[in-house]
Nanobody, 124 residues
């Protein structure tokens, strides 16, 4: 079975940084397109960014100046580095993986596997 596991969430003060990791097992990792989403209470799930097998990224304009996505295929892991965090970044962060490429990287319905999420809380 495919398993997707996020780690690295936590609490941080505004202006601080956090790094999240997502590790996949049970699938040929380098064939997967990987993404990060987040969902705050009462809001829809929001796409943060996507990275393909070759390391090419697409990142939501709202965070692209502060968030960076990368991956290490040798470790079956991809990462979300977040800097200058804002209170509005508080949310549950999810890792997602897809097996079929489409240009709609921001559509959660295009992803086959999801992690359980890791909470990020930013305080003033």
């Amino acid at each position: 079975a495919v398993e997707v596991v996020e780690s690295g969430g936590g609490s941080v003060q505004a202006g601080g940084s956090l790094s999240l990791s997502c590790t996949v097992s049970g699938y040929t990792y380098h064939r997967l397109g990987m993404a990060w989403f987040r969902q705050a209470p009462g809001k829809e799930r929001e796409a943060i960014g996507y990275i393909d097998w070759g390391g090419r990224t697409s990142v939501n304009d709202s965070v692209k100046d502060r968030f960076t996505i990368s991956r290490d295929n040798s470790k079956n892991t991809h990462y979300l580095q977040m800097h200058n965090l804002e209170i509005e970044d508080t949310a549950m962060y999810y890792c997602a993986a897809r097996t079929v490429w489409t240009p709609l990287w921001y559509d959660p319905g295009r992803y086959d596997f999801w992690g359980q999420g890791t909470q990020v809380t930013v305080s003033s």
